[in-house]
């Protein structure tokens, strides 16, 4: 009963952890996105539409085979369903906004993209190991 009573309590502790690590994640997105992004920096910022309107994110986008690719590392993800339901979105890279469509990655080209980029195990560790999603962004 006393293992059982510490590793709940171990449990508890690591969702803690969870919950303050994603807690500071989006707080400093927030904060990037209403501030701006400096020019030459590798972040971009996309914005995303819905019924409330326009929502900015900042991300780090990965280029593989000449397209233009971002992903969903941690739990809070609404970026990436106003995405996938509207997929005409905006992006602001190196101080220039394009117009982009996101287009949901599967299969091999996922697992393509997985591999050139992987994501650290302690990023892992610290977010919880949520699933991870992609997204190509198609010149409009």
Known sequence: MQAV????????IYLGLVVAFESLVAFIGARQAS???????SWLVV????????ADTVLAGVESSGHLY???NHWLRGWYRRAVENPDVEVTRAGERRAYRAVPVAGEERDRISRDYPLPFPIRLLTG???RDFLRLDPR
Do not use: M, N, V, Y
């Open 70 to 72: 971002i992903s969903s």
């Open 47 to 54: 914005t995303t539409t819905d019924a409330k309107g326009p």
């Open 5 to 12: 009573r510490w590793l709940l309590i171990l449990l508890g």
């Open 35 to 41: 501030q701006g992004l400096r020019p030459g920096e």
């Open 129 to 131: 190991f949520p699933p």
